[in-house]
């Protein structure tokens, strides 16, 4: 794994093209059949993933989309085609989900394993909302590996409250929580990449 | 890609609508407009890097208020997963549902387009065999979306969703109908430019992309807080597809020609940067 040094990152050659919101209206385009299923809920190893996204003023966002990207249980990058299909046998480990009435989300998905020995194991996870003029990312770590998320460099450089806001909490059941706090106290932390723009 | 309602669709539209928000005139929005183009001109001139992202934090658009994080983005050097995109390909995506003329018995009513052009990367590589999404109002400026109460007709014979899968140079085409401007609630006699919301993947998932395609000379452009937030003019402009007669088709349809630039791929250089150690 090469470690960047964000200095180094070459200059783009072509200026990007800018985003914009997703709006209100994409209900009846992007949602599709079992689009927040990224495996059967009749896994065995299957997860719930699931929380809710709210405002500045703790209020529910009704109007989201989110998306997760994921390696494996094993660590595995499968980056296979049929996400749109959903089979039902193929994980392809891309998931997208709108958000119900009350803000609420939930994946049915696995959870990933690290991709190289002591990483701590996290899904990527985009938010598009009416709203929201360009999309954001973060991660949702799993709790379990303390000593992965204690030497993650990410994590290192968060202070506790930050840091927080990027740990799902493991319920009784199984299920992971992840809650999307888009401003405001607990703010989730929102990331940008070398050669973002 | 069906018409059926939705979850989210069936809420009530109270938070869409504020009252409050109706109130304000266009002339003071596009005051607000104004002043924040002018600041950030300024910074140009004082040596500050050209932006080529709207800005989450824009006032004129209310929605964004509450909705947008107050912290800056906090700078990560991307790990494996973040380094790769989902796969999309012909099992997911069946070449006619590019056509959104063809999806009912009848044609739909309004002015026939081709939109065309590549996805690209932000060192100019094309994106092949990924994902590419649109969604739009009719020719009349109404969504099928049920939350949509703009009185303007639906078009019985067109949905206005489309998907394609690019070719190996990065392209895609899609056959539909012009969308037309419409009325939104956030001040007074507010209307948005005719768009296409476009959902873009490359080959990093920090290439993810959703944004909206505006067609050339709109006399909206000015008085509309979400295609103002981009506060750069050439930033702006790559939003906005041109007229291309060499896509146009002999009495069939008109052409628009639009490239779309994602991010930059982090794999690549950083591959190539392990590759001299």
């Keep these: ?197 | 890609m069906s018409t059926e309602t939705t979850a989210n669709e069936t809420f009530n539209d109270s938070h869409v609508l504020d009252p409050a928000a109706t109130t304000l005139s266009q002339e003071s929005i596009s005051q607000e407009i104004t002043d924040i183009h002018a600041a950030y001109r300024q910074s140009v001139v004082e040596g500050k890097k050209a932006e080529t992202q709207p800005r989450i934090d824009f006032a004129p658009y209310r929605s964004s208020l509450l909705r947008h994080p107050t912290k800056n983005l906090h700078h990560v050097d991307p790990e494996t997963i973040e380094l790769h995109s989902p796969a999309f390909g012909e099992r997911d995506v069946h070449a006619l549902e590019s056509d959104l003329t063809i999806q009912h018995n009848g044609e739909p009513i309004g002015e026939r387009i081709v939109v065309a052009g590549r996805v690209l990367d932000g060192d100019g590589r094309p994106v092949a065999g990924q994902l590419v999404e649109i969604w739009q109002a009719n020719a009349a400026g109404r969504y099928i979306h049920k939350r949509d109460q703009h009185p303007a007709p639906i078009d019985p014979n067109f949905t206005g969703v489309g998907r394609a899968i690019t070719g190996p140079n990065g392209e895609y085409s899609f056959t539909t109908i012009k969308p037309a401007p419409y009325p939104w609630k956030n001040h007074h006699n507010a209307w948005r430019p005719a768009h296409i919301h476009f959902s873009l993947f490359g080959t990093d998932f920090t290439q993810r992309m959703i944004t909206q395609m505006y067609f050339p000379g709109d006399p909206l452009f000015s008085l509309d807080p979400i295609y103002q937030a981009i506060t750069d003019q050439d930033a702006r402009d790559r939003l906005v597809a041109s007229y291309d007669h060499s896509i146009t088709s002999h009495e069939w349809a008109t052409g628009y020609n639009w490239d779309i630039v994602l991010t930059g791929s982090n794999r690549t250089w950083m591959e190539d940067e392990e590759g001299e150690n």
């Design chain 1, 1 to 197: 794994m090469p470690q960047a040094a964000n200095t180094q990152a070459p200059a783009l050659k072509l200026a990007p093209t800018p985003g914009q919101t997703i709006g209100p209206f994409y209900g009846y385009a992007m949602p599709f059949d079992k689009d927040n299923e990224l495996v059967n809920q009749a896994n065995p190893n299957s997860v719930r993933l699931h929380g809710v996204i709210t405002d500045g003023k703790g209020e529910a966002i009704p109007d989201a989309l989110l998306e997760i990207w994921q390696a494996d249980e094993h660590g595995i990058v499968v980056s296979k085609d049929g996400s749109l299909v959903r089979d039902g046998y193929t994980f392809t480990g891309w998931g997208r989900t709108a958000v119900d009435n009350v803000g609420h989300y939930t994946f049915t998905t696995l959870n990933p394993g690290a991709t190289e020995a002591g990483k701590a194991p996290f899904i990527m996870l985009t938010v598009f909302a009416r709203g929201l003029l360009n999309r954001l990312f973060t991660r949702i770590y799993l709790p379990e590996d303390t000593a992965a998320l204690a030497s993650d460099p990410l994590l290192a450089a968060l202070d506790d409250e930050q840091r927080r806001t990027l740990i799902a909490t493991r319920e009784e059941d199984g299920s992971l929580r992840f809650d999307i706090r888009l401003q405001g106290d607990l703010e989730t932390v929102f990331l940008s990449y070398p050669r973002g723009s």
